[in-house]
């Protein structure tokens, strides 16, 4: 559009010739939309008029104006209004309408004036005199939204700093304030409006001003859906752009862009609710528990870490920092299934390598190291360790019935000394009522007569302790059978101890019967004597009680710590006897390795990295109507690899093809924790028949020509074996044959010679039960028209077609094409593939123009995809997934803009260049042309006007409309200069693409001089 310069240039030479006498009007103030208009000449009035120049008010009142020479007409155009003046006539048009002036244009000292309200009231303005002041208002001017708005995945790092947000700007940006990009999750697009965007936070979108053209904005790591939430990998997501006005309530919501996901990194949650309390006065890290909350999937995780950080660091501790901190300096806490609860051992340092010690303020945190990723977590509250003068008491109570007098003699307390005896003077064992024991508080242990309870002087080790026959509970009552108890312990402070006393927490219930006589075993001890990492590892033993005859066998209960304080009698007769290693009665004190197969009272396997102890419960003869006895527990064991050749973890077979031989058969292990004496590992082939007496011994004997060696890598191993494997007896590995697969770790170096052999994978047996595949899947862009017909895909069919029954061409976007799997192909909707029927030969395909992606969007240009194939089988045979093809992203050829001409118009007050161009013949892959002009004798080409548009040296024209514009001497060249008169310049027009690229630039017009 030709702006109002030429406006100006029109009505000069429509009024300079009518002269008037004029005064000065240099009091009167304009003011337009609130702001003052300065002018270089000032108003003037005549007959009662006030008249400025007419650059000054038409630039302020935003009309477009054009001039035609021949016939001296000037059209000005705003808004739906057109204003058509003659030259030499006192009468205007608006919008068809005659209008007279009673006030002409005039020329004062070459500069032509126009009366103010005329020119306002013309341009739909309205106009208000107050004293020596003129108030114009302008017609607001409504905004658009904008279009074309997608998204470019250009980055792995699975936050906003992988999108980049593209959209052409509004038709007019004259009103425009600002945009607004709004990342919306996909399935919440279709209820997201223009209400819904105005009511998102201003931290959950990201603001762009208006430059003129057509907008590309990388968002950032901090980028946010409209949630709140940080853009994240794996989720798929839409684009709105909202158009703000400058007057308030004006916006415009464009449409949606396609939906898109990022790359999806492997990440792992960081824990909650970290705590730190004093809970000591040792003045070192055995002062300090740490609790938290254990993450909701534990499945990646190996461990945690427990940093102690002084406060005066906590802001600048981050991940970073925390993976950079010595081992010596933290604190490792292994899962157990259960929220965590750790105190800190002597020698535990904060993150500095300083010894906890009282005084310091620390925060603690939290690190949660997985298998690909890790985490920390807040930190907790400050904790300054003091001297609190408190008494730690006695834990882990807990009451057995261990004898038949129906009195104080038959209920042993077992109970774990207080971890700081120096202010102990003694223990007390309080038997309460179980009905009472709810009630029973420190304030209540401390008022019990000394008759009625039992005192127990400290050791330094944990107390066994049988009540006397004249043992009464809490209300002075004999203890005696048939009544249920809790029992307690009150940790009584000596004459140097000011504070109060602690009391324990509860026993279980006990209830004294008639046992005749069965006792529990005791002395319950456990050792890690393997790197095996199942029930081998685990050493159990116990001394057996005096008197067996009561007894039928021993079962051994494996219970991790953190369930062991509740872990009692009846909870013992429950287990499952799949969850318990049976020990018969030798006569003799027990020590039994259990099995591989071992299992906790969970029902889990044992494993390295958890805390176990170890109860025995005595089982009372068949028939005798005794009650079974347990032991106390065990301490604590936490398996872990202590030899020098451990042995492999989680042996697998999986069936992965149809071949009928070892490449069918995919073998995976966790490797060893430690490899740093191991060789090699040997995968062995056992049938399932000879499986259960397949010992080290055998698997050290085999032939060299019937396993597989797999050389350490560091990681952990998946392999399919060779065409050609054997089982350990020498026969082909083969369908219909039910095997299972040993894992044997082979020492080097000083344990050269040393072996270990892995439990063995579940039965495995090779079938043929899917399709197969098919290979060479290729994509290729062979036509131009936008949409599937661009799309044709090659591949080699399946090497035995039996099996399927079609094939279904599926094109995936190439953002989501490292998680489509064989599950997700088969839950594709029919509307969203192309199915091929099987041929014989090779195929080549060319989709139809209405072919979607698996996310039901139309295939369509600028849009990066990868192609699979499924072969759908026959029968109850399963379908097979090929591999992708390479990315393709279809696009249409940018084509020149033509004919590219240029006209200098030598006006009464200024110079125009006039450019014109024929429209490039195929305009779908223009976003739009920039028109760049250029001083002759400068070498211009493709990449000179690249970094002209980069630099904002050029006028924009809209594709699809009058390929023409205006430029004067206050736009700039090619290298930034103001168009300058006498210069000679040539014109060239880049036809710039959708999405961005090297575009393509035109011929350049005949020289022409300004």
Do not use: C
């Not at 807040?378 to 009195?407: E, K, P, R, Y």
């Amino acid at each position: 559009m030709k702006k109002l310069a030429s406006a100006g240039l029109a009505i000069i030479l429509l009024f300079s010739v009518l002269q008037t006498t004029v005064q000065a009007a240099s009091d009167t103030t304009i003011y337009i939309n609130g702001d003052r208009l300065v002018t270089d000449q000032p108003a003037v009035t005549t007959g009662g008029r006030i008249l400025l120049p007419l650059r000054a008010i038409f630039e302020a009142l935003q009309a477009e104006v054009g001039y035609d020479a021949p016939t001296k007409t000037i059209t000005a155009v705003k808004s739906g209004t057109t204003v058509i003046l003659r030259l030499g006539s006192r009468t205007a048009s608006v919008n068809g309408q005659s209008v007279t002036l009673d006030v002409p244009a005039q020329a004062v000292r070459g500069r032509t004036l126009v009366p103010v309200r005329f020119v306002s009231e013309a341009m739909g303005a309205q106009v208000d005199w107050q004293s020596n002041q003129v108030f114009i208002t302008t017609t607001q001017q409504s905004v658009s939204a904008v279009s074309g708005v997608y998204a470019t995945i250009n980055g792995t790092r699975g936050d906003g700093r992988d999108v980049t947000a593209g959209f052409r700007m509004a038709a007019n940006e004259v009103p425009v304030s600002h945009y607004r990009i709004f990342a919306v999750k996909a399935n919440q697009a279709g209820s997201f409006n223009q209400n819904a965007a105005l009511s998102v936070s201003s931290r959950n979108y990201t603001t762009v001003l208006p430059i003129g053209r057509d907008l590309n904005v990388s968002l950032t790591a901090q980028s946010r859906d409209t949630d709140g939430e940080l853009l994240r990998g794996g989720q798929p997501y839409v684009l709105f752009v909202l158009t703000v006005g400058n007057s308030n309530g004006q916006f415009a919501l464009s449409s949606s862009s396609a939906a898109f996901s990022l790359t999806a990194i492997p990440v792992i949650s960081a824990v909650s609710n970290v705590r730190a309390t004093d809970v000591g006065d040792l003045n070192d890290g055995r002062d300090l528990r740490v609790t938290f909350n254990k993450l909701a999937d534990e499945s990646q995780l190996n461990h945690y870490r427990v940093f102690v950080v002084k406060s005066g660091n906590a802001n600048s501790f981050n991940l970073d920092r925390a993976l950079a901190v010595s081992a010596g300096n933290y604190t490792v806490v292994y899962r157990t299934g259960n929220n965590l609860s750790q105190t800190l051992d002597a020698s535990a340092r904060d993150v500095d390598g300083a010894l906890i010690r009282n005084g310091n303020s620390y925060r603690i945190f939290v690190a949660a190291i997985g298998q690909s990723a890790n985490s920390l977590s807040s930190a907790s509250d400050a904790i300054t360790l003091t001297q609190n003068l408190s008494l730690a008491g006695a834990t882990a109570v807990t009451a057995f019935d261990v004898s038949d007098f129906g009195d104080g003699r038959d209920l042993r307390v077992v109970f774990n000394r207080a971890t700081d005896e120096s202010a102990l003077a003694h223990y007390r064992i309080m038997v309460v009522k179980s009905n009472k024991a709810d009630a029973f508080n420190l304030a209540a242990a401390n008022n019990v007569s000394n008759r009625n309870y039992t005192v127990v002087n400290k050791t330094g080790n944990n107390i066994i302790q049988t009540l006397a026959s004249g043992a009464r509970d809490t209300d002075g009552d004999t203890i005696r059978g048939g009544i249920n108890y809790r029992v307690f312990v009150l940790a009584v402070g000596n004459n140097n101890y000011t504070g109060s006393n602690t009391l324990s927490a509860s026993s279980g219930i006990i209830n004294l019967t008639l046992n005749y006589g069965t006792q529990p075993a005791f002395n319950v001890g456990a050792s890690d004597i393997g790197d095996n990492n199942d029930g081998r590892d685990l050493l159990v033993s116990f001394s057996r009680p005096a008197d067996e005859s009561a007894i039928s066998q021993y079962r051994i209960m494996v219970v991790r710590t953190a369930n062991a304080n509740s872990f009692n009698l009846a909870a013992a007769n429950n287990v499952s006897s799949s969850n318990y290693t049976v020990v018969n009665k030798t006569g003799n004190n027990i020590s039994q390795a259990l099995a591989s197969g071992a299992r906790d009272v969970n029902g889990s396997a044992i494993r390295n990295g958890t805390s176990y102890r170890i109860f025995i419960l005595s089982v009372s003869q068949s028939g005798s109507g005794n009650s079974n006895a347990l032991s106390a527990g065990s301490n604590e064991i936490t398996l872990a690899n202590n030899f020098s050749v451990p042995a492999v973890t989680n042996v697998a077979a999986t069936d992965i093809s149809d071949f009928g031989d070892g490449r069918d058969l995919l073998v995976s292990f966790t490797r060893a924790t430690n490899e740093s004496q191991i060789g090699q590992y040997r995968v062995f082939a056992v049938k399932n028949a000879n499986a259960a007496s397949f010992n080290l011994a055998s698997a050290t004997n085999v032939a060299s020509s019937n396993y597989t060696v797999i050389n350490k890598t560091g990681n952990n191993i998946s392999q399919s074996l060779a065409s050609g494997t054997r089982d350990v007896d020498g026969a082909p590995i083969q369908n219909g044959v039910d095997y299972r697969i040993f894992v044997l770790s082979v020492g080097s170096g000083s344990s050269n010679g040393v072996n270990t052999l892995s439990t063995p994978s579940a039965v495995i047996q090779l079938s043929n039960s899917s399709a197969q595949p098919v290979t060479g899947v290729s994509a290729a862009d062979v036509s131009d028209f936008g949409d599937g017909r661009d799309l044709q895909v090659s591949f080699a069919r399946a090497a035995d077609e039996s099996r399927v029954r079609e094939y279904r061409v599926l094109v995936v976007k190439s953002a989501a094409a490292s998680s489509f799997t064989l599950a997700a192909a088969n839950n594709v909707a029919s509307s969203n593939y192309t199915v091929i029927a099987k041929t014989g030969n090779n195929l080549t395909q060319t989709l139809a123009a209405g072919t979607r992606d698996t996310d039901g969007a139309p295939i369509q240009n600028g849009v990066t995809y990868k192609v699979f194939v499924l072969s759908v089988g026959t029968g109850s045979l399963t379908n097979a997934l090929s591999a992708a093809s390479a990315d393709l992203t279809l696009s249409s050829p940018v084509l020149p803009a033509t004919a590219v001409s240029a006209t200098v118009v030598q006006n009464v007050d200024k110079t125009e260049l006039q450019v014109r161009f024929s429209n490039a013949l195929n305009e779908n892959s223009v976003a739009y042309y920039a028109v760049i002009v250029v001083p002759v004798g400068t070498n211009f080409d493709l990449g000179a006007a690249h970094a002209a548009v980069n630099a904002n040296r050029y006028i924009q024209v809209a594709k699809g409309g009058a390929a023409s514009t205006t430029l004067f001497a206050t736009d700039v060249d090619s290298n930034g200069t103001a168009l300058t008169a006498g210069n000679a310049y040539r014109v060239y027009v880049l036809s710039v693409p959708q999405g961005g690229g090297t575009g393509t630039l035109s011929e350049a017009s005949a020289e022409v001089r300004f």
